[in-house]
């Protein structure tokens, strides 16, 4: 090894340009990397939507549902899989086992949704496969309004769609209130019968009269020519013109005769609001690859042009503009990162000799750049996680610097060359230094084997932070032995700084001299208050983990009875545009309208997003929606941006039995509102709409001849409406519909709807079926094929804990009579993903925990030093835990990954502190293991006062809070701060504690030889 490190160092020139190159990549890499929000990756789920407006709940689930979940249920390769029949509408969602190919299931479950037999005739669009992807999202919410007429601004929209329809990074566009052009012919049934005709003449007339072809070539002598017929209707005038029938005195009657014909759009299905202003309103979603930043910005350009362009009164409002917390993440960590190195800077050239203290610093950006630059070679973004990533890595790069410059620097204090200090020094590091890379190594690895959609939007996480210990591992091996030999050489062996630490290993042994003496004491000490914040933190700490305390974002949900009409809801969505008047809390806002539910997004100031507002001023917005006329049900719900988490309180019950479902779900329901913080508790099964069923007289139907089919599709013309042909008017494919006049597709009228026989014969419905009034669900929920309910509800969690409540309510429904009767009650919403979460990290902590104890096994070549190591562990996770609960937050996501980022920093201590002490062989004794222990003092106090330093500005946000990763930087920084203690003390007394187990216990064969 010496041999192959005096190579490197002889070449000094070498390790500085090697650094050079990789930082002018790495910056070269910030401006050419895809920035996003969260990072690609397939979640192991494929969604299968139908559409099929005007249907109900229970036709969805008979027709569309079923078929396609008889063929679904046979793909191999799937967990799980769950449905909604929603009315007009129909979801999927498999659920994928880990280790699938996702792309061959998915081109299964694609053959299997197309044998799906008995799907409607009259579907328009086939079922919508999809495999879902963290990449693809909604990213931006905009919306236009003026103050000139509709035709007008629709042109507008429908011109800006397709300029945005082109920009890179741009996939699917929602358009909201912008209805389809189209030519109505609205029938008079009284003027139909006065003519004898019947809905479907009007039907065929319109398509002959819409008609074009080829009729041939004809021969002119010298060439041949086409003939063509053009006879597409182009306008409401023609439309209106079109011949129905001609009557025996030879008078034409024409559609203008029997119906109203307009030339307008498609009823309209929904409405959008922005700022309070009424217009059309875009959703656009990224492509995988898409840069937010880069997108969005061009999106705003083009809209700015477009609206410039109109020489119109249209304005432009965005509302959704993930680029803002994109910019302000990477702003607060770049921020707080620069901080965090002036203070790191700070301590090393308050500790080492200056040119020291730079060489050290240098390797920041060589594993920082060196990492952003891999991460885009290897086709991954620059997100919350990646970057997450490269914070917790900081404080472990910083760290091993520091244990090789402080040895190189006591070598050379002891008077070799600079040249043989650097080979000596990093000689006797080594095998702490490689012990540590490799268990933090084999601390996140585990993370990549974590199942679910959860295990896959994080696994850059654990690659991440393998690609920038590998760049330590050659930093510490290659370029910082060059640079400090060269920087040594130019220096004296001694400074009034190295006397100072020399005070302090006099004290620090004189100290531990006293210590020691009481080791069992202390060591005793150290776990019991470990084991005891940790009972603490179980029963006191709060897992949340996607918190939404700083949110600054808002998701409204707002439902009204069923049957309300769009225009009722529009009037209520005008009532809580008002109620959003928070000048000094509300920044912007949008409402997407459609009845019996709305939905919109409230955008919060900057000011009330930091002073955590986002909870009151939730709860103070569903108080007051709650109050308005024909609102049942208010969610506002802070979003932090964060995976889904569902409800707080959420349970599938599901069974063959209906009776037996219900009652299970209503005791459920009436034992969650007993629990303090729960409210609003609801059963998705009680949810009804009212209906008119039509009841048909066999019989009567079938001595005329006529069928139950031939009945649907009068009604159908009649009140909901067929599309019969098609044209082009200019760019625009132009539908046109046939229906009954609004005023005759009222309840009072229904009855009266004519049916014709074979013969022509009109028979009112009313003879052909009779009419009962009925409740039927709006949502139809199936889990792995059967009948399910969902139990959800909110929950106070300032008075209850979410993962308490559902573990109880587990235990309450398995002594119900309706479980044992084939009822079974799964947790859902917000418990199961943190249930799983925590499954997830703690099996990959137990495969972490055998790894590193077997790798430090390897290095050390005992079975008992591990141990001493692992001790550090509990202690460790003791201090985050304590740091949570002395700051009130909860125990998130990031904070988990925070507390094992923290296991590798500390391990990298202590494997430094251990193997120190194993080097004494000769004459060892209490005194010389102390001296020993004495030389780290100053690497340890080092490395952990540059990780604090580095870290707690971005804990406490003095560039600005993050929400994610905040909490991280408070484990680490804070459990790093009182982990040290037991490091300097605890350790070497378990060492002497190990010499002492080890005089008497050598004949067990536990002990080195």
Partial sequence: MSAFLRFFIDRPFFASVTLCMVCLIGIASLYTITVQDLPAAQLGEISITTSYPGSSADEVELRITNPIETEVKSVEGLASYSSSSFD?????????????????????????????????????????????????????????????????????????????????????????????????????????????LKASDVRQAVLDRNFSGNGGEVWSGKTETNTLILSEIKNSNELSETVVTVLETGTLVRISDVAVVENGFDVPKDGFSINGQ?????????????????????????????????????????????????????????????????????????????????????????????????????????????????????????????????????????????????????????????????????????????????????????????????????????????????????????????????????????????????RYFIVSGFFAVSVGVVFVAVSEL?????????????????????????????????????????????????????????????????????????????????????????????????????????????????????????????????WLLDQPGASDVRISEETTSSKILLVPKYDRIAKLGISVSDIMTNLEIALKGQAIASSWVGEELVDITLWYSQADRNEQSLPNIDVFTHDGEAIPLRDLVSFERVETPTEILHWNGERSAEVTGKLDKSIGNTNQISTQALSFVQGLEGVQSGIQVEIAGEAEMTNEALLGLAMASGIALIGVWLIISLLFGSLVQPLLALSVIPVATASALLALLLHSMALSFFGAIGILGLCGVVLNNALVMINCCNNVIEKRSVASILEAASTRLRPILLTSLTTITGLLPLAYGLGGKDIFMGPMALCLGYGVLFTVPFILVGLPCLVLIGDDLKAGTSWLGLAED
């Fill in 542 to 670: 709060e897992i949340d983990f996607f918190p939404s305390t700083d949110a600054q974002m808002i998701e409204l949900e707002v439902q009204m009875e069923e049957g309300t009409s769009l225009k009722r809801v529009q009037e209520v969505s005008e009532e809580v545009a008002a109620l959003l008047e928070y000048p000094s809390e509300v920044d912007r806002f949008h409402l997407a309208e459609a009845t019996p539910t709305f939905s919109g997004l409230i955008v919060l100031t900057e000011e009330a997003a930091t002073k955590g507002r986002a909870k009151s001023i939730s709860q103070d917005i569903e108080r007051k929606i709650t109050t308005i006329k024909g609102v049942t049900d208010v969610s506002a719900r802070p979003d932090s941006g964060g995976p889904p988490a569902g409800e707080p309180l959420a349970f599938r019950v599901f069974g063959a039995d209906d009776t037996n479902r219900l009652l299970v779900a209503k005791k459920l329901r009436d």
């Fill in 88 to 196: 007009g509408e129909s979801q999927l969602l498999l659920t994928l086992r880990d280790g699938e190919d996702f792309n061959k299931v998915l081109q299964d479950v694609k053959e299997a949704v197309d044998r799906a037999k008995d799907l409607p005739q009259d579907l328009d669009n086939k079922p919508l496969v999809e495999l879902e992807n963290s990449a693809k999202f909604e990213f931006f919410t905009f919306g236009i309004y003026g103050d000139l007429g509709f035709p007008e601004l629709r042109e507008v929209a429908r011109q800006l769609e397709k300029e945005i329809r082109s920009i890179s990074g741009v996939g699917k566009i929602e358009r909201i209130s912008l209805p389809n052009r189209a030519f109505t012919i609205a029938l008079k049934p009284e003027a139909l019968a006065a003519y004898g």
């Fill in 278 to 518: 009424r217009g059309i309103g875009f959703t656009l979603y990224k492509t995988e690859k898409g840069d937010i930043l880069k997108t969005i910005e061009r999106v705003k350009s083009v809209v700015e042009e477009k609206l410039k362009e109109s020489h119109q009164n249209i304005y432009a409002a965005y509302s959704l503009d993930l680029s803002e917390s994109v910019a302000k993440r990477f702003d607060i960590l770049s921020k707080n990162a620069l901080v965090g190195i002036i203070l790191v800077l700070a301590v090393l050239f308050i500790a080492l000799q200056r040119k020291l203290a730079f060489w050290v610093t240098s390797s920041l950006p060589f594993c920082i750049f060196g990492t952003i630059s891999l991460l885009m070679a290897f086709g991954f973004s620059l997100d919350s996680i990646s970057m997450s990533a490269i914070l917790l890595v900081i404080g472990i790069v910083i760290d091993d610097a520091i244990v090789v410059a402080e040895s190189i620097d006591q070598q050379f204090r002891g008077g070799l060359s600079a040249r043989e200090a650097a080979v000596e020094g990093y000689r006797q590091v080594f095998k702490p230094i490689i012990a540590s890379v490799l268990t933090t190594l084999i601390v996140f690895i585990p993370i990549l084997f974590v199942g679910g959609s959860l295990g896959s939007a994080f696994m850059v996480l654990p690659l991440a932070i393998i690609m920038a210990l590998v760049l330590s591992i050659v930093d510490a091996t290659f370029l910082l032995p060059a640079h400090l030999a060269k920087a040594l050489g130019k220096t004296k062996s001694s400074s009034e700084r190295t006397s100072y630490f020399d005070h302090c290993k006099v004290a620090y042994v004189r100290f531990m001299g006293a210590v020691v003496k009481l």
